[in-house]
């Protein structure tokens, strides 16, 4: 059957998507930009949900709490809408990349309106917010310079979409799943690893004896590795190509 009804919330501010923010607690270096990290609930959750996790995250991030645009209820909200079938659960393709078109838009307004470095824009996301940090970061990967996606799958509707590998190679991803996940079997979680490896990104994989959540150890794991992309060098994606890598002369999108 299919969810009820939504529609699209509208934002509360001058940016396009709804959103609590804590500013960086170490200042960057005179000159210098603070890294942005944006955050993406799960369906039926919002903006308040992985806000609480902003103490245990690096000083250095200016964090965003990010709400999803479809509205399903009084404090409810998601980045797209699931049908469940005879043959298993389907998404309108139109709908997660119209998300992510939003989610892409509101980095850049982001990054102007608190100075945030365009360089190091990474993602945080759980269950529907993973999917959407996988699909934008393999669809459009000039938009982050890493993620951290938990308990999440890559939708075979957004396989089509999938960037040249020369444009993900070396992208940062942290993938992290729960082997007694009921909501997302950890089957969908190798399957990405599968098809994360074929993108050729730069991939820390990690299973947990957990359910449909956010451990401790999970939220530990991505901590240390947020805190290590800081450290290092940021990683930027290949500018696109004039052709798709098919071979059939259709222009890059």
């Known amino acids: 059957m299919r969810d009820m009804p939504q529609t699209f919330d509208q934002p509360s501010d001058e940016l396009s998507l709804v959103h609590l923010t804590r500013p960086p607690e170490a200042l960057p270096p005179p000159g210098a930009r603070a890294p942005l990290l944006a955050l993406l609930h799960g369906v039926g959750s919002n903006e308040r949900d992985l806000f609480r996790l902003a ?9 965003l709490s990010l709400r999803a645009p479809l509205v399903r209820g009084p404090e409810s909200f998601a980045w797209f809408i699931a049908e469940h079938t005879p043959r298993g659960t ?8 119209a998300s992510r078109d939003r989610i892409a838009r509101f980095l850049g307004e982001a990054v102007d309106a608190y100075a945030a ?5 990474y993602l945080l996301g759980f269950s529907q917010g993973a999917i959407m940090a996988l699909t934008l970061a393999l669809t459009q990967p000039e938009y982050t310079a890493g993620i951290a996606p938990i308990a999440g799958r890559i939708p075979p509707e957004v396989l089509p979409e999938l960037a040249p590998v020369e444009r993900t190679a070396g992208l940062p991803v942290l993938l992290q799943h729960g082997t007694a996940d009921m909501v997302l079997a950890i089957d969908w979680a190798r399957t990405a690893r599968t098809i994360l490896e074929r993108q050729r990104v730069e991939l820390t994989y990690r299973e947990y004896e957990a ?3 956010i451990t401790p150890g999970m939220l530990d794991a991505a901590a240390r590795w947020l805190s290590a992309r800081l450290d290092g060098p940021a990683w930027e994606s290949s500018p696109p190509g004039p052709l798709s890598p098919r071979g ?6």
Not at 55 to 63: G, K, M, Q, T, Y
Not at 90 to 97: G, L, S, T
Request: no cysteine; aromatic share 4%; hydrophobic share 40%.
């Open 90 to 97: 389907v998404i309108a393709p139109e709908q997660i990349m």
């Open 55 to 63: 103490p245990r995250l690096d000083a250095r991030f200016v964090i």
């Open 117 to 121: 470095d365009p360089a190091r824009v």
């Open 248 to 253: 059939e002369g259709e222009p890059e999108r």
């Open 211 to 213: 359910g449909h959540q």
